[in-house]
């Protein structure tokens, strides 16, 4: 519809100003609707394969935060439209596309894995939909590819392996083989650790790949056998986790060669782990047993929703759910005042059961990385690694909007 423009001085304009007030009317009318009617939220996660289970805890995580505020975030009611990424980075360009253009969601939540994040990072630059990420680290997103509607509520591959350099160098262990995932997660993950490691006056002798979802690790555990380093630093994750832990005590590795790891090595898997995984130490922004009322009472609610523990998937997507929702809240649920929105999320304080975390400039959580060791089924906390780290963002210049 054509609009009038409202501006009154002669009879001719008088007459014209009845359209404009029609239209005016209307457009109040129309804003008023757009604000009642539901938000469309854009889950695109995985929920088949090595990473389903983590789709699953943060998109319980993400509905649970949404049900302690009645279901309606900035006074609206949401309506979820759902897509199975499959972790599978060829498929992401057209699986974001499906959300944004054919379902027109208002917000893009996704992904567990860096490969597809990437592919969701791309659609987002484009169409100026705003994305939160509640899992993948890569650092792109949050680096070079950085953009004003582009936020995440979890970590980078760096800022949970960069701590473990130094833990495992202070206590002597100086000689390291890694082993991991031949993709962005493994690479960071494995370059974090390499860099503290060396400040700390380590050095990685090996690093060994694996092609993702592979989970075929024999003849890469015979040849950390054969090499003897002083320790091993791994990224896996999911059910890539479970494997990779009971092939290392299966192979006799365990108790020789001690394995360290970021914390993705034991969250969410111990129960499928068991035995293999008692005692091993890792690096992470969350734990079971942190001992705040905060944690507690985020446990309980998430058990008695869901009939299971949560994990640190689980608590991204808790925290994706409470940053939307101060976002929202600042504009009352017009995404449409889109330099508010974004400056709302940018100084939101996130109260998380991990503990208080705010946003780097880069739109990046700053937070402590804490030290863990599996006691029974617990990722126990035993110290802090480092304390609010924030990632280098290397690369990252944001254009405002
Ligand atoms: C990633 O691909 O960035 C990734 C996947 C699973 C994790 C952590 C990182 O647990």
């Known amino acids: 519809m054509a609009t009038t423009p409202c501006r009154f001085g002669s009879r001719r304009d008088f007459l014209k100003a009845a359209g404009c007030l029609t239209t005016g009317a209307l457009f109040h009318h129309r804003l008023a609707w757009a604000q009642g009617s539901k938000l469309k939220i854009g889950l695109m996660l995985p929920y088949t394969g090595t990473y389903a289970a983590l789709g699953n805890a943060i998109t319980n995580g993400f509905k649970l935060a949404v049900a302690e505020r009645g279901g309606k975030l900035g006074g609206r009611e949401l309506e979820y439209f759902t897509v199975d990424d499959e972790s599978d980075p060829s498929k992401a360009p057209e699986n974001t596309n499906k959300l944004v253009q054919r379902d027109k969601v208002d917000v893009l939540v996704g992904t567990v894995h860096s490969g597809v994040a990437l592919g969701m990072v791309k659609i987002a630059r484009e169409t100026g939909t705003l994305l939160i990420i509640p899992n993948a680290g890569a650092a792109a997103a949050t680096g070079e590819l950085c953009a004003p509607n582009i936020f995440r509520t979890s970590f980078t591959n760096w800022q949970t392996g960069y701590p473990m350099g130094k833990v495992v160098a202070d206590r002597g262990l100086k000689n390291i083989v890694t082993i991991t995932w031949k993709y962005a ?60 832990v009971k092939d290392y005590a299966a192979a006799g590795l365990k108790g020789k060669i001690p394995l360290f790891g970021s914390g993705f090595l034991t969250d969410g898997v111990l129960e499928a782990q068991g035995e293999a995984a008692h005692g ?37 997507g808790y925290d994706t759910g409470l940053l939307l929702a101060a976002g929202l809240e600042a504009v009352r649920g017009d995404v449409n ?39 029974g089924t617990q990722n126990k906390v035993s110290g802090v690694a480092h304390k609010a780290l924030e990632d280098p963002a290397r690369g990252c210049s944001m254009k405002k909007t």
């Open 185 to 244: 997660a493994g690479e960071e993950s494995v370059g974090g650790f390499s860099e503290g490691l060396s400040k700390a006056g380590g050095k990685v002798v090996k690093e060994l790949w694996v092609p993702f979802p592979q989970v075929e690790f024999q003849a890469l555990l015979t040849q950390i056998g054969s090499l003897k380093p002083d320790a091993v630093y791994t990224f896996f994750a999911g059910a890539g986790a479970v494997k990779f």
């Open 280 to 316: 091993l130490e890792t690096t992470l922004h969350y734990g079971d047993g942190i001992e705040t009322p905060r944690n507690k009472s985020f446990r309980e609610a998430y058990s008695k929703a869901y009939k299971g523990e949560p994990d640190v998937y689980a608590v991204q």
């Open 337 to 375: 005042k889109k330099s508010e929105l974004v400056a709302a999320l940018e100084k939101a304080h996130i109260d998380s059961p991990r503990g208080a975390w705010t946003l780097s400039k880069a739109h990046n959580p700053i937070q402590d990385i804490y030290l863990r060791k599996v006691v």
